[in-house]
């Protein structure tokens, strides 16, 4: 099996990411996360470290629903013309008004090559389920995206 089969295997069960053993649990929020089969928001997702949880790929794979609050980490798609911006996938998981009661927040993934449209996707999903649109990484994340993210999420999540 290859390296990539690997990790797509490990990115699609729901225990898959867990709280990195130095960090307190309840010092971040639980991460919701939508990747392609490129992986490329499970691989920043995965650096980070935190409880994750992963909005499935095939409408076939049993829905995911989410009982606590959450920060929602999302691709923008679309080429950044606003169109399909948000997966077809976030979509379906955050018009579940269980699910959708829990978000927090919104960090966005995608590519700057959209120009005005980079992470647009973010902006939507914010403005609609009038969340903070906490930060915009551009594809799957620098290790200075890592860091600033990391120090964000247990900034702002400690008032909540």
Known sequence: MTATATFARSVQGL???EAAPDRDP???PLLVFFSSVSGN???FVEKLGMRARRIPLYGRDEALEV???F???SPTYGGGNGQGAVPKQVIRFLNDENNRQWIRGVISTGNTNFGDGYCI???IISRKCQVPHLDRVEVFGTP???VRVSDRLEQWWKPQ
């Open 41 to 43: 928001t499970a691989r």
């Open 144 to 146: 200075d995206d890592v």
């Open 26 to 28: 309840a010092s971040v």
């Open 15 to 17: 225990g898959a990411f």
């Open 67 to 69: 009982d606590e609050p």
């Open 71 to 73: 920060v929602l980490i």
């Open 121 to 123: 996707g973010g902006d």
